[in-house]
């Protein structure tokens, strides 16, 4: 059974054991990712990433990949929007190792000049590596077209401009404004005792105080509107609505909708666009919630002269879903999403993410049972109604390999609010 202890610093220990594994997960929930840099720290979260592996005063960079590796264990990180995530897989007796690295690296990082410049350059060619992709460039202007101008919106990975100008100060000063005890969540799953691992936790990150810095702005919904017009052998088109946050009832319904649109191959865009019309390869349909919003989207890629056929039959879907999905459709989105649920808890690494996702949102833990009503509660007028609201809101739409005027037309024509900004 999951446990959760909240320490009197403010950091909280989640566990999620699992009988007769051997292994565990165990991970540090940082809650500080691209939506809480200011504008001369855009990139810093995710640079921070970079750098905490990059030595302590008590081990270099060498050190702390031999000694993790050296129990057969692995050690990892992520910068999301909100969240930067960092994480270690070991076996079960090497659990208080991996909490000593990450504690280490988290609470002592150095932050040495030459390997600022180093990391620079290392994420400067991810930065060209995303540049180089239609479907990275797709992506990283979506929720740049939907929140415009706004951190919550900018890409994670920050720009080669802002990138080069980070120095040691700069991370330094994000270092201390974040990086505190009731900004933490320490989350393990697997062969862990919650007991021992409380304690440990707590004298692991004593050199951390104070109170974390905020989250960022609140975030605002524009909507909008990018493309480019490059040719290419390869199209990317997304379009998408204001959602709505994670600790929100309606969020399972997103969820719900998001499956039935486009969540596998019995999905409506999956038969309308591919199977019917072989019109594209890839289609999708999500929902991204955020702390105090969300963001709706559907996406997919093909050939550049296949594009204007293949938004009109989104449209048409969209507006077809809104109207009329079945009973039928809504219990087999239903039972994807239940399966993923149930399935996602055979493994250490996924429950260990849920139960930070659920400490950080919800500010406590929602066991599977309460998941599993709380999808089962979902029928099909509630998605057919929260389709119908979305849509008639503005709309944001990203173009790669076409021009996105005809299609701002369509849109404005078939919903409700118009695009804003179209460029």
């Not at 910068?79 to 897989?89: D, F, V």
């Not at 720009?159 to 989350?187: C, E, M, Q, W």
């Not at 990317?236 to 929100?248: I, K, Y």
Request: aromatic content about 6%; proline content about 4%; hydrophobic content about 45%.
């Amino acid at each position: 059974m999951m446990e959760i202890t909240r320490l009197p610093n403010g950091l909280t220990v989640v566990t999620d054991p699992m009988a007769h594994v051997d292994s565990a997960a165990i991970g540090v929930w940082v809650r500080a990712g691209a939506r809480s840099e200011k504008d001369a720290e855009h990139g810093a979260a995710h640079f921070l990433e970079h750098m905490a592996f990059k030595g302590t005063n008590r081990r270099t960079a060498r050190q702390i990949s031999e000694t993790i590796e050296t129990v057969g264990g692995e050690i990892n990180a992520a910068t999301s929007i909100e969240t930067t995530a960092y994480h270690a897989r070991v076996l079960a007796d090497d659990v208080p190792l991996a909490l000593d690295i990450l504690s280490d690296i988290l609470t002592d990082p150095l932050f040495a000049e030459d390997d600022i410049a180093r990391e620079c350059n290392v994420i400067l060619q991810e930065i060209g590596a995303a540049e180089d992709l239609p479907e990275d460039r797709a992506f990283d202007a979506f929720p740049e077209a939907a929140f415009a101008s706004q951190p919550v919106g900018r890409r994670i990975l920050g720009t080669r401009d802002s990138v080069g100008a980070i120095n040691r100060d700069l991370l330094g000063g994000f270092f201390k404004r974040h990086y505190k005890p009731d900004a933490l969540t320490v989350v393990a799953a697997g062969a862990v005792d919650h007991d021992r691992l409380v304690p440990a936790v707590e004298a692991a990150f004593a050199p951390l105080g104070g109170a974390g810095g905020d989250g960022g702005p609140a975030a605002r919904y524009t909507g909008g509107a990018y493309s480019e017009t490059s040719e290419g052998a390869e199209g990317q088109w997304l379009l998408g609505f204001e959602g709505v946050a994670a600790n929100t009832p309606d969020a399972t319904v997103a969820h719900v909708a998001s499956m039935a649109l486009g969540g596998g191959m019995s999905s409506r865009l999956f038969q309308a666009l591919r199977e019917d019309r072989g019109l594209v390869y890839d289609t999708s349909a999500f929902h991204w919630a955020l702390e105090d919003t969300g963001l709706f989207g559907i996406h997919f890629a093909t050939e550049p002269a296949s594009m204007d056929e293949a938004a009109a039959v989104v449209l048409d879907e969209l507006e077809a879903t809104a109207a009329n999905l079945t009973d039928e459709e809504c219990e087999r989105a239903k039972a994807q999403l239940r399966a993923g649920l149930l399935m996602s808890r055979e493994s250490c690494a996924s429950r260990m993410g849920y139960a930070a996702r659920s400490a950080m949102v919800h500010g406590r833990l929602l066991s599977k049972e309460e998941r599993l009503e709380d999808l089962a509660r979902v029928d099909a007028n509630a998605v057919r109604g929260f389709i119908e609201t979305m849509a008639a809101g503005a709309p944001t739409m990203v173009a790669i390999g076409t021009d996105a005027a005809p299609h701002e037309a369509r849109i404005r024509a078939r919903f409700g609010a118009p695009i804003r900004g179209a460029a």
